[in-house]
């Protein structure tokens, strides 16, 4: 079956570059939500989208934006990076605002040297 | 606000021996309760869900979770431990307030010894 896409699975970026990580959904899902997880932390809600639009917004800098596409994919855009930028970044996928399962890619893992 | 917490920061136990991985909520509204599993480096593997229903969920990998909503708890549990499930498990609770978005406890290390 197939399952959540993210590209790049690991990312090397230097202080106060920009990055972009993508996230393509399970197909037929409309809902895509971003988690960050810094080093021995739980996952932390940034953003998500329904339909291309903005659903709700956690602890997501200013420096960071996102957007969700026609084909549902989204991409989360992250500039002027800092140190602790460095995280592993997850999307999950989902069919509409309810309860069911949201299903976790495996994560691009964002090094800031 | 919803949100759940994992007392312990580590477990362990010997492999063949039962397990639980402790869990409590705190929601407004009906519990929407998960578990998974993550280990190094990967990503998050879901273990089971409750929604509604029997309060003993049976999920993945010989995992069962009993939601105890006297207790407001939702315990993790196998009857015995392989030294393959040592990993970070980490609970986790529906924000259906907000978007429905997960909430994660800070996670629990498994240590399981052979």
């Not at chain 2, 280990?39 to 929604?51: A, D, E, V």
Request: charged share 20%; hydrophobic share 35%.
């Amino acid at each position: 079956a197939a399952g959540v896409i993210q590209s790049p699975r690991h990312l090397i970026k230097e202080k106060r570059e920009t990055a972009t990580l993508k996230c393509y959904p399970i197909p037929r899902h409309d809902t895509v939500y971003w988690y960050q997880q810094g080093p021995g932390q739980d996952p932390q809600f940034l953003i998500s989208f329904y339909e291309k639009m903005q659903s709700d917004k956690g602890s997501i800098p200013d420096r960071f934006s996102a957007q969700q596409f026609s084909d549902y994919h989204s991409e989360l855009n992250m500039s002027s990076l800092e140190l602790g930028d460095s995280a592993l970044y997850f999307c999950a996928t989902t069919v509409g605002t309810s309860i069911n399962e949201q299903f976790f890619g495996p994560g691009t893992r964002l090094t800031v040297l | 606000a919803q949100s759940v917490a994992q007392p312990e920061d580590q477990v362990n136990v010997a492999e063949g021996n039962p397990l639980t991985v402790k869990c409590t909520y705190s929601v407004s509204g009906n519990p929407y309760l998960f578990w998974y599993v993550q280990y190094p480096n990967r990503g998050l593997q879901f273990l089971l869900k409750y929604i509604t229903g029997d309060n003993l969920v049976k999920g993945s990998y010989g995992f069962e979770a009993e939601f105890n909503k006297s207790q407001t708890s939702f315990h993790l549990k196998k009857p015995s431990a392989l030294v393959s499930d040592s990993a970070l498990y980490f609970c986790a609770v529906r924000d259906i307030g907000g978007g429905f978005k997960t909430i994660f406890g800070a996670g629990t290390r498994l240590f399981v010894k052979a």
